[in-house]
């Protein structure tokens, strides 16, 4: 095992790296009792995710930086339209941005619009399809949310470090994981970020290992073999996930061995070689350290997947 995983971390080596988002990523999630409509939830989704992404902030699927929607009807009226009746609604669209971990709110707007329909779900729909998310109002909102968010997480940087650990020593390594996930990469303070966050995932490598083989197995599934080799990779030799990340590393071996056959072999005489020597630092490997973030990532999702309190678009 010990020496296909250092082969593949060779081969990892030489495969194109993937590029790294130093932005701001925010999800969009509603309150778990909230009433607005599936396709209601889709149209805000997206009218959100556009509103911010002119600013430097790209949309996630899950993280603690969420914009959180909520609908209210502030008024509503019926008028005879001839064959059919016409619904009319005021709605008041509140929209703030949260870290949904810690609870602190950054920014919030609230946004009047009106809409029309054969029905009350209808006029919702016509209202939210006419949010101006282009509007002033709109732009200053955003604009507050980033510089406080930035502000935050620049004061806020060991404060942060000292919780995630805290939870790691209560056996709450994906809270700690999660905690971190979102800290903005393009910030100073991000080097002793992503160390924490290495340092909690190699104390919990073996609780997490079918979580992370299962992330392997879906990146190998889509045929992204780097980030499949990276992942199981991980895997302690010792733990119940060895052989079935043994197995996957040789199987991407096999496919990728035709392709890269000559210079992974003088990729891995070298590092043979270093390894004679004891100059091999395999852990301080640049690329294994990435992956190994990008694998709390996986750990950080799922556990935003069981909050019950908020649904994530």
């Known amino acids: 095992m010990k020496n296909c995983i250092l082969f593949l971390v060779s081969l990892i080596c030489l495969l194109p790296a993937r590029a790294q988002n130093g932005n701001i990523a925010m999800a969009v999630a509603v309150p778990a009792d909230s009433r607005i409509e599936s396709n209601v939830r889709s149209i805000l989704k997206n009218k959100l995710l556009r509103m911010v992404s002119a600013y430097g902030i790209s949309g996630t699927e899950y993280g603690a930086l969420a914009m959180i929607p909520e609908v209210d009807v502030v008024n509503q009226n019926v008028v005879s339209g001839g064959m059919r009746n016409i619904t009319s609604v005021e709605l008041s669209l509140t929209v703030k941005v949260e870290n949904i971990i810690t609870k602190t709110v950054f920014a919030a707007v609230e946004i009047p ?98 979580q992370i083989m299962l992330s392997a197995q879906a990146a190998y599934s889509q045929r992204d073999y780097t980030k499949a080799a990276e992942l199981a990779a991980m895997i302690d030799p010792e733990s119940s996930c060895a052989q079935d990340a043994e197995s996957m590393l040789l199987s991407i071996k096999d496919i990728n061995e035709e392709l890269y056959e000559e210079k992974v072999a003088m990729e891995k005489k070298m590092y043979d070689d270093m390894v004679e020597m004891g100059k091999a630092q395999i852990k301080s490997d640049e690329r294994v350290q990435m992956a190994q973030i990008n694998a709390s990532r996986d750990i950080a999702k799922a556990y935003y997947q069981r909050q019950p309190n908020y649904i994530f678009l």
């Open 113 to 210: 619009v009106r809409g029309d329909g054969y029905s009350e779900a209808d006029a919702i729909r016509s209202a939210i399809n006419k949010v101006n998310v282009s509007s002033a109002e709109c732009k200053a909102f955003v604009e507050t949310a980033k510089s406080k968010i930035y502000d935050y997480y620049s004061t806020n940087t060991e404060t942060l470090i000292t919780k995630a650990n805290m939870l790691a020593s209560r056996q709450l390594s994906d809270e700690a994981l999660a905690l971190l996930s979102t800290y903005p990469e393009s910030l100073p303070g991000y080097a002793k970020i992503s160390e924490t966050m290495t340092d909690i995932f190699n104390k919990s490598l073996t609780r997490y290992c079918s």
